[in-house]
């Protein structure tokens, strides 16, 4: 029983997906809708509450992102963040399970979940697009523990879809006018957006306006060694940088813990179908270095902590950097297809050897999870690099 109690606690603690907790701007304000959901109440998604992130104002995505980069030999320099002025692009955003609300669908008050989680995951974005990342009424922590621990919750995954067609509805008519847009989401998030694109977006003229699709942490469904079809009819994987209107996706795993036979990612059901993956620091150019951003403070309570960055110089910044440390690539075999992510620590070297990230149980790496918990922190540099690149290709083309 005790087991089961910090399995759960596990699982809640997996609201600090975004590496804890951030300062963030004073609140937007209450949402209009605060009750329990029932279904049938539409947001209005004119009023500012509900977007956690919208241009041109100070928002949960206008965040300390100032970052120390570690070098190896323990040296580290700081890297500012700057947003760009004027960016000629959209991004539009899903976050993933992150809400503490004891409902079984969360309510639309942003909490400390959902604020932190967009700050790492996707403030970063703004140095190439505007950005716009809805509230939704998303299957809660509360629903996902029930559901592990085998007691089964009715958690509404309609209304939580529903709430991001609406919000990407009143996007496209209020605030696109004709611009590119890059989707990025993480698990549950990317999981709507899945649906998002197969549903509303696929056969629409809506389709020339997706840039890309950045869904990090899911099971996307492919043929073996095809670049469309299954999940999607019509859009592709992506197999260049400056390819425009096609996805990049992934689920990470250590080197030395690949997925177990009871992985949540890397497979997915059907004959001759498998987990897409493509690695965006193969993408970017990069040639499979990964450009992380990292917390300073490691993951959470969930994980493992994270051993000092540099053994000669403090870290005071909220993100961290360290160049040549992580690798990753594609990998598929019998035990699935995923990215595979190799931690090149040097013991002899004034910098930290390992990085946290893999949820743990008593002090136990829970395989079947993989570097949920960072997938999309570990390639964050990649991927808004990508976005940059993708971004040019389309406005080149429009």
């Known amino acids: 029983m005790l087991h089961v109690l910090r399995t759960l606690f596990v699982l809640l603690s997996l609201s600090l997906i975004a590496c804890g907790e951030t300062s963030t701007p004073s609140s937007l304000g209450e949402s209009p809708l605060t009750q329990e959901p029932e279904g049938t109440i539409k947001n209005d998604y004119s009023e500012a ?35 760009a002025q004027n960016p000629e692009i959209d991004c539009f955003y899903v976050y993933p399970t992150v809400s503490r609300d ?59 879809f529903n709430d991001v067609v609406d919000a990407w509805n009143h996007y496209l008519e209020h605030d696109n006018q004709g611009r590119g ?13 899945t649906r998002l694109i197969a549903e509303k977006i696929e056969g629409t003229d809506t389709a ?27 859009t592709p994987l992506c197999t260049d940088g400056d390819q425009t209107g096609c996805v990049v996706t992934f689920a990470s795993f ?37 450009n992380a951003y990292l ?20 870290v005071t910044t909220p993100y961290v950097s360290a160049p040549g440390l992580l690798s990753a690539q594609c990998v598929n075999d019998e035990r699935g297809s995923w990215l595979e992510v190799t931690v090149h620590g040097d013991p002899m070297d004034a910098r930290a050897d390992d990085i946290s990230g893999d949820v743990t149980v008593d002090g136990v790496i829970q395989a079947d999870w993989g570097l949920h918990l960072i997938d999309v922190h570990l390639a964050m540099g990649n991927l808004v690099r990508l976005a940059e690149r993708q971004g040019a290709a389309w406005l080149a083309s429009h």
């Open 208 to 234: 020339s306006l997706m840039i890309a699709a950045h869904l990090i942490g899911t099971r996307l469904a492919i043929p073996q060694g095809d670049v469309v079809g299954g999940s999607f009819k019509t």
């Open 49 to 83: 509450a509900t977007w956690l992130c919208r241009p041109g104002r100070n928002d949960h995505c206008t965040v300390d992102l100032t970052t120390s980069v570690v070098a190896k030999d323990g040296t580290v320099t700081t890297e500012p963040f700057t947003p």
């Open 295 to 314: 917390s300073a403070a490691g993951p959470g309570v969930s994980s493992g902590a994270q051993a000092a960055w540099s053994k000669t110089q403090e």
């Open 102 to 160: 004891t409902t079984p669908n969360a309510d639309m008050n942003a909490g400390p979940g959902e604020i932190s989680v967009v700050a790492a995951q996707f403030a970063r974005y703004s140095s190439v697009c505007r950005t716009f990342a809805p509230l939704y009424r998303q299957v809660s922590l509360t629903a996902l523990r029930a559901r592990r621990a085998g007691q089964p919750i009715n958690a509404d995954r309609e209304l939580a």
């Open 181 to 193: 847009v890059v989707l990025v989401g993480h698990s549950q998030g990317s999981g709507v957006l």
């Open 254 to 290: 250590r080197d030395t813990v690949p997925p177990p036979a009871n992985t949540l990612f890397g497979k997915v059901p059907g004959e001759n179908m498998v987990a897409a993956c493509n690695n965006p620091a193969e993408l970017d150019g990069s040639n499979g270095a990964l």
